[in-house]
C-alpha cells in the first residue's frame, strides 16, 4: 500500500459532528494523504467534529475542511463514508449527503463506506445488484435495499450497477479497507 502514489486523487469524506467512529476517519485520511491524496472532510456545521471510540468514549476532535451543504462533490473522485452509528444514522437523513451518495453513483466514481457508514449507500438507493460488507447489524437493511448480498469480509470491491463500491466491515479492517481505496484511486 505505501507504493501506491496517488497525487492529484481528490477524496470528498462526509461525517456529521458528532458520534464518528474515530479511527475510520482518522486512519483513511492519514493514510490517504501520506500517499499523496488530497483528502477533504465535509461536515454537517464548521464546528469541530467530536469523534467516538467504540461509539462511546470520546475520541480526538477534527477540524472539517468544509460542510456538507457547501461542498461541490464534482471534483472529487472518490466518496468516504466512516462509520459509527450515531454519525451513519444521522448522516443518512441529511438530504444533501444522500445526494451526493447519488450523484457519486450515477457517475461512476468509487464510493467506500465501513462499518455502519453503507446505512448512506441504502437511504440513496443505490445497491441493487451489489455485494457487499459492513457491522453486521446492517445486513438485514443492506439486503432490503436491493443488494446482491451480504458477506462476512474483510473488504468486499463490488463493480456491478455501474459504480464501484468498497466496504468493510469494522475498524479492524482499515489496512484492507485504505488498500482498497487506494487501488480504486489509482484505477481512476
Partial sequence: MADIQLNGRRVLALVTNYGVEQDELVVPVKKLKEQGADVTIAAQSPDAV????????????????????????????????????????????????????????????????????????????ILDGKTLTSYPSLRTDIRNAGAKAWVDESVVRCTASGYTLITSRTPKDLDDFVGAIGEALKAA
Fill in 50 to 125: 467530536q469523534t467516538l471510540v467504540g461509539d462511546k468514549d470520546p475520541g480526538q476532535h477534527v477540524d472539517p475542511d468544509t460542510t456538507i451543504e457547501a461542498v461541490d462533490a464534482d471534483g472529487y473522485d472518490l466518496l468516504l463514508l466512516p462509520g459509527g452509528t450515531l454519525n451513519a444514522d444521522t448522516l443518512r437523513l441529511d438530504e444533501k449527503a444522500v445526494a451526493t451518495a447519488k450523484a457519486f453513483a450515477a457517475s461512476g466514481r468509487p464510493v467506500a463506506a465501513i462499518c455502519h457508514g453503507p446505512w448512506l449507500v441504502v437511504e440513496a438507493g
